[in-house]
């Protein structure tokens, strides 16, 4: 008995060395990753600024960092930087809840009436297919301007992806475990709350990802056709006056507030995956 308590404790002490070991290598990897993609971004800017300050490149025409950051101030300054972000961060989350609710609604109403998909689906592919800035006129006489109509048009960009993508997910669920749980007696609510939702989880991640990114372009294709402030409005403006640092400006703010919003999406895939 004695024996084998001790052979118990070395084999738990050996395994905590080598999780140990492990732990510190997987550290390593992820300091090393983030560290180049520091210098990575460090290098690109530095080298962007000196070819601007050397006069490699024309900076009328492509900008600097320090301008950028000039122009930043201006528009702080000027008390419109918070008025255009916080326009176009709400018509993004806006159009990016909306098409995500409406888009897993059809999706999930499509999986459970299978008739209904093979009916819908040829439009819904010719849909997707469709360039949605076609609609543009359309929108806005149907909507009319501002809000509603950039809102409108985020929400065409990502429903239907949302839809197609779900849909997919659903549809590759091992159907040996769907008749398990039909054997069993489950009806069709049962089996779409207790194997289908839990079982496509990732793919409802990756859809929200994908969705995040389609509602920036739809927004940003919305706040080009009809808006009077905006990130979109900041770009329109900018390039109609050739102020060339304010576009990059507009350009590097949205990349910002995009990665922000992606992390966030991140953290909530990770947390996920935890508890799993």
Known sequence: MKKTILLNKTTKKEMSKEHKLFVRKERFKTFFIYFFRVLLLVSIIGLWELSANKNWVDPFITSSPSRIIKQIGVLYESGSLFTHIFTTLNETLLAFILSTLIGFSIAITLFVIP??????????????????????PLIIIWVGIGTKAIVTMGILICFVIAIINMLNSYLSVPNEKIMLLKSMGANKLQILTHLILPATIPDFISTLKIN?????????????????????YLLVYGGQVFKLDLVMSAIVILCFLSGIMYGIIAIIEKLINHKR
């Open 115 to 136: 008739p209904l998909k093979r009916v819908l689906e040829p439009y819904i592919i010719i849909l997707n297919s469709l360039p949605k800035i076609a609609l543009g």
């Open 212 to 232: 995040l990114g389609m509602a920036w372009v739809g927004v940003i294709m919305g706040e080009y056709l009809s808006s009077k402030a905006g990130i979109g």
